[in-house]
């Protein structure tokens, strides 16, 4: 992607069907990229994002998350320190929702609200009104959610022998299905399915290792059946 890619400002998009980041340094993340669905590739300009580092000293992945992107190509949402950012891809205008603590998790409900993921709490921010809502999710340690709102801990009892030792990006939930994705024995990579009622496991896959040393993310669900995850960079599986 070309540095010299055209402002977003001067050409805003009616619709964007992909965004692209990589790192400007080991400190700082590089410019956000939007290709647009006329083919044209925008650089998002007046848009300053960090970096999010925890409470553990851990810095977060790039600000772009594989579902920042709203359902319908209209806006982007980043997660940072203490505030959202959402773009409107189709003005090039910003939006700063308060959201205290360490954000590190995007994911879009709907085409209006986001979800925003901490360690231990989950917040839906009305893009239109700008209210702020702590809500119930699905964000949590392998071993049980530290945030009383969220969901049941789950029970690995189930997963042998492929117990997950890490858990990798958000769980999705449908109906009483949540599906997650993570590291099992000797860094397999897994998608589990269990009940959000009670936490047991309903489907463990192991899937391919892949070429890449990154492991996997769920994207969510395709429908009742079928869950996408991102394997590294190998690409999407379903």
Known sequence: VSPDAVRLSTRPVSRAVA????????KRPGPV??????????????VALDFVTGADKEVSPLPLTPTALSPDGRRA???????VVVVDLTTAKEQRFPVPGYNLEIRWQGSATVLVGQADATY????????????????????GPTDPAGPVPIDQRG????AVGQWHGP???L????????????LAPVVAVF??????????????????????????WFDAQTVLVQLGLDGVVA
């Open 77 to 83: 949402a980043f997660p940072q320190r203490d505030v």
């Open 19 to 26: 965004l692209y980041e990589q790192p400007d340094t080991a």
């Open 195 to 220: 009940d959000a009622r009670t936490g047991a496991p309903t489907n463990v896959l192991v899937l391919p290792s892949g070429r890449s040393d990154t492991c996997c993310i769920a994207l969510g």
């Open 33 to 46: 990229y939007g290709l647009g669905d006329d083919g044209a590739v925008r650089r998002l300009d007046g």
């Open 124 to 143: 839906s921010v009305d893009v239109a009104s700008g209210q702020v809502t702590r809500v119930a999710g699905e964000w949590s340690l392998p071993d």
């Open 171 to 173: 769980a999705w939930r």
């Open 159 to 162: 997963f042998a022998p492929y």
């Open 175 to 186: 109906g009483n299905q949540v599906a997650r994705a993570g590291s099992a024995a000797g």
